[in-house]
C-alpha cells in the first residue's frame, strides 16, 4: 500500500462549483497533513496545514480531516480557472514530509 | 510566508560535469532543509534531509557520492550533480523548515536540469 495515495484525475469541476480533492495515508501515527498546489513547471505551494480532526477554512478552501478513517481532503469552493493545478497531499513521517502523486484539476471555464 | 530561493532556475550541462545548486532560506533560519527530485508528471521524490552543521541523510537508492549536499550556514545548502549523466535531468526542488519547530516546508522555485 502506498503511503500516500490521491486520485491521479484529471478532476474536471465547473466554474464557481465546489472541487472536492480527496487523500488517503497508511500510517497512523502520522500528525501533519498538508496540501500543495503544482502549476505546471512550477513548484509546489502550501495551501493548507492540518493538524487536528475536522474541518480548517481558510478563505475558499477548506480541509478535513479524519485520523480514525486515515483520510484528509480539500474542498475548493467557487472554483475559479486560476485553481487549475495539481494538488498535492502530503503526510509527515518521521521527521520527513511524504507526497502523494497529486490530483489534477481541472476547471471549465 | 517564508521565501526560499534557488539558483540556478535553469541549467544545461555536457555529460560527465558537475552541477551546483544553491538552495537559500530569505528571511528565516532553516536548520533543516530538504531536497526533492522530479520527474514529469511524477510526484516529489525526496533525496536528501540537509541538516545545517551535519551530514546529510540520504533516501535510499540516492547515491550520496553522486549527489553532494553542503548545508555551511542557516541559510544555505547546495547540492551538486556530479559527473551528470542524461538521466539525471529533472526538476530539483529544495524545501526549508523554520527553524522554530512546526514540520511545515516551504519550497523554493525549482531548478530545471538538463544533461545533454
Known amino acids: 500500500q502506498k503511503e500516500v495515495e490521491q486520485n491521479s484525475g484529471p478532476l474536471s469541476v465547473p466554474e464557481g462549483a465546489i472541487a472536492s480533492l480527496n487523500c488517503t495515508y497508511s500510517d497512523r501515527v502520522s500528525q501533519s497533513f498538508f496540501w500543495y498546489r503544482q502549476y505546471s513547471g512550477k513548484s509546489p505551494e502550501l495551501i493548507m496545514s492540518i493538524y487536528s480532526n475536522g474541518d480548517k477554512e481558510d478563505g475558499r478552501f477548506t480541509a478535513q480531516l479524519n485520523k480514525a478513517s486515515q483520510y484528509v481532503s480539500l474542498l475548493i469552493r467557487d472554483s475559479q480557472p486560476s485553481d487549475s493545478a495539481t494538488y498535492l497531499c502530503a503526510v509527515n513521517r518521521d521527521d520527513k514530509i511524504i507526497f502523494g502523486k497529486g490530483t489534477r484539476l481541472h476547471i471549465l471555464p | 510566508g517564508a521565501v526560499v530561493s534557488q539558483h540556478p532556475s535553469w541549467v544545461i550541462c555536457k555529460s560527465g560535469t558537475s552541477v551546483k545548486i544553491e538552495c537559500r532560506s530569505l528571511?528565516?533560519?532553516?536548520?533543516?532543509m530538504f531536497w526533492y527530485r522530479q520527474f514529469p508528471k511524477q510526484s516529489l521524490m525526496l533525496m536528501a534531509t540537509s541538516n545545517e552543521g551535519s551530514k546529510a541523510t540520504y533516501e535510499q537508492g540516492v547515491e550520496k557520492d553522486k549527489f553532494l549536499i553542503n548545508h555551511a550556514s542557516l541559510t544555505l545548502s547546495t547540492l551538486t550533480v556530479t559527473s551528470a549523466h542524461p538521466e539525471d535531468s529533472s526538476f530539483y526542488i529544495c524545501s526549508a523548515e523554520l527553524a522554530v519547530a512546526t514540520d511545515t516546508q516551504y519550497f523554493g522555485p525549482g531548478t530545471r536540469l538538463t544533461v545533454l
Open positions: 528571511d528565516f533560519q532553516a536548520t533543516t
